[in-house]
């Protein structure tokens, strides 16, 4: 089967540095994508990935190891605002998307 | 650009009504729609993919004839659960992708219809 795995929840400090991993064993592969989604809110979109690699995009980094099925997000100079889940999906090879559970993010001053 | 546009935010309403929720691309054309259905604390469930023109394709486990979609034109699909009860009670979101863009591109999402019944 398919299957997204990432940790149910994270807590971090406010200016630090946090790590959201997620890891994946699919039918396929054609891209990975991160989504924050805030409670009671739909969710937006964050970063794509489909090479290997790390895509940076402000403070906000995405990396992709196809290899090992892995991926992680990775959230500098953390704000209160980025307490949210934060969604894995990934599409397979019918180009559906597979979703993660999420992992929800704490951010404590 | 790629907004979409989902109505009603809320609704709250009695047992064995039914509520439509309708789901627009407001500037693109979005051949594909898919909607999702997410209870509190869970990741979202897609429900159906809704194809303009044809019939949607529903996950295992959604009745077709309980959440009925139509996809009438490039720019809405509706979502109709007919004769609600309290376990449908539950967030509805749309989200669409552009017919103009490749396979790597994000769905878009509208912000989600929360419904409540009583």
């Known amino acids: 089967g398919q299957n997204i795995d990432q940790p149910t929840e994270m807590t971090a400090t406010e200016g630090a540095i946090v790590q959201i991993n997620c890891t994946y064993q699919t039918s396929g592969f054609n891209g990975l994508f991160w989504y924050q989604q805030h409670a009671g809110e739909a969710p937006t979109f964050l970063s794509y990935?489909?090479l290997d690699g790390l895509e940076e995009k402000g403070r906000f980094s995405s990396f992709l190891s196809r290899s090992k099925g892995y991926s992680y997000l990775l959230l500098k100079e953390l704000q209160m605002k980025d307490s949210a889940s934060y969604l894995c999906?990934?599409?397979?090879?019918?180009?559906?998307?597979?979703w993660g559970a999420g992992t929800k993010l704490i951010i404590k001053p | 650009g790629a907004v979409v546009s989902q109505h009603p935010s809320w609704v709250i309403c009695k047992s064995g009504t039914s509520v439509k929720i309708e789901c627009r691309s407001l500037d693109f054309q979005a051949t594909t729609m898919f909607w999702y259905r997410q209870f509190p604390k869970q990741s979202l469930m897609l429900m159906a993919t809704?194809?303009?023109?044809?019939?949607?394709?529903?996950e295992q486990g959604v009745e077709k004839d309980k959440f009925l979609i139509n996809h009438a034109s490039l720019t809405l699909s509706t979502l109709t659960v007919t004769s609600a009860h309290p376990e449908d009670s539950s967030f509805y979101i749309c989200s669409a992708r552009d017919v103009m863009q490749g396979d790597n591109q994000p769905q878009h999402f509208g912000d989600g219809t929360r419904l409540s019944i009583l």
């Open positions: 809704s194809n303009e023109g044809s019939k949607a394709t529903y």
């Open positions: 999906a990934v599409k397979d090879s019918n180009y559906q998307l597979i």
């Open positions: 990935n489909v």
